[in-house]
């Protein structure tokens, strides 16, 4: 009989120990979803200043995929400034004419050195880039900001908004915008949304995810005109502590029909730009 007492007892210490850490283990769960999950985190942006290393990579190809080209433009940025101005330092733009070469240092553009200004719907404007170049590559240092402004802008702008996996709708009011001397840009919807909570570099992130689709694009200047569709879709870490920018990427594709002053035919392109954004330490 003792025997037999002894084996019960044995087996119900074993179902015990099967059964508490399950529960542990739920309640664990329980508990950070709870503290992270439940809504979006209360978080502030910090007035620190921080520096950024901005990459974008310009892939083109025709509508067959054969590879034509490629543009890397960099630069260094700097949020946090008095007046809550922002700055560009060591803006460089390089080429290849081979997919698998590595890019070359560059050309530095000396017009964006210390370019200093507050990120605002008036970066759109014409008049906010009297000093930049007519050259059509200037263009590339004009996506700088502009992408720059719509990672801050998703970082930031629509937390009040967000629920956990869950796409926030964003209608814009007029949908067509004028691009600062280059062409006409117009949104039909963008979807933002929260994912959860990530860790990136040794900080615990809230990651938000955007994307717009059929987006149309317009470009008008004196060497080139084009016109098609863009798609753009991305993900941004934000430090719960600082509620700044810990690293963000965004991936873009569009498809034009251009035309080349001093060319008779206009031509079908691909393009797919890939964006990085990572705190310099």
């Avoid at 004196?222 to 016109?227: F, N, P, S, V």
Wanted: hydrophobic fraction near 35%.
């Amino acid at each position: 009989m003792k025997r037999k007492i002894n084996s019960w007892c044995a087996r119900l210490t074993f179902c015990l120990l099967l059964i508490f850490p399950a529960i542990a283990k739920g309640q664990s769960d329980k508990a950070v979803i709870k503290k992270y999950l439940s809504e979006f985190p209360d978080i502030h942006r910090s007035k620190i200043l921080q520096k950024y290393k901005m990459i974008a990579v310009y892939t083109n190809r025709d509508l067959y995929g054969k590879f034509t080209g490629k543009y890397k433009v960099s630069g260094d940025y700097t949020t946090g400034l008095p007046g809550d101005s922002a700055m560009w330092d060591n803006v460089y733009i390089s080429t290849s004419n081979k997919f698998s070469d590595p890019f070359p240092v560059g050309t530095k553009q000396e017009y964006m050195e210390r370019l200093k200004y507050v990120p605002s719907s008036k970066m759109l404007d014409k008049g906010s880039f009297k000093n930049f170049p007519s050259k059509t590559e200037s263009v590339f240092a004009k996506n700088l900001i502009w992408d720059m402004m719509a990672i801050e802008e998703f970082a930031w702008k629509y937390t009040d908004s967000l629920k956990l996996n869950k796409y926030f709708i964003i209608r814009p009011k007029s949908g067509s915008f004028e691009m600062g001397g280059v062409g006409n840009y117009s949104h039909d919807n963008i979807q933002v949304r929260w994912t959860g909570i990530s860790e990136m570099h040794n900080e615990l992130c809230a990651i938000i995810e955007y994307r717009a689709i059929d987006n149309l694009l317009e470009i008008d200047m004196d060497q080139i005109k084009g016109k098609g569709t863009e798609q753009y879709w991305g993900t941004t870490w934000i430090s719960l502590k600082t509620g700044m920018i810990e690293y963000a990427d965004t991936y873009s594709g569009t498809i034009q029909e251009i035309q080349v002053k001093g060319m008779d035919n206009k031509f079908l392109a691909k393009t797919i730009r890939e964006i990085t954004v990572d705190k310099i330490q």
